[in-house]
């Protein structure tokens, strides 16, 4: 059964930092194309950050270029997300995607298969 699993968020004051992971299991993440999204509330959900199945191509929301950083652990078969300098407009709730190929459309919601649960990012003083 392939599943994921979101964890990492938090409470933090602007300018901290936080990591968040999206365990899979039943399939492995370098076959799988990863995006996270967030939702803010009131707003639609965005997409933030991806990295393409099978390389080490990543693409980056433009607010959140420099700050954040996506990765894979192939041994703990984990996607993570390094979020860096945090500001308020970041709070969210925070969710991993999945999909088994690359669109040049990887923003779009719709397109992916599987999803973790989301966790809450807030970020304030």
């Known amino acids: 059964e392939v599943q994921l699993q979101a964890s990492g968020g938090g409470l933090v004051q602007p300018g901290g930092s936080l990591r968040l992971s999206c365990a899979a299991s039943g399939f492995p993440v370098r076959k799988y194309t990863f995006t996270w999204f967030r939702q803010a509330q009131g707003k639609e959900r965005e997409a933030v950050s991806t990295i393409k199945r099978d390389e080490l191509t990543t693409y980056y929301t433009d607010s959140v270029k420099g700050r954040f950083t996506i990765s894979r652990d192939y041994a703990k078969n984990t996607v993570y997300l390094q979020m860096n300098t945090l500001k308020p407009e970041d709070t969210a709730v925070y969710y991993c995607?999945?999909?088994?190929?690359?669109?040049?459309?990887?923003?779009?919601?719709?397109?992916?298969?599987?999803w973790g649960q989301g966790t809450l990012v807030t970020v304030s003083s």
């Open positions: 995607a999945a999909h088994p190929s690359w669109t040049p459309a990887w923003s779009r919601a719709s397109y992916y298969n599987y």
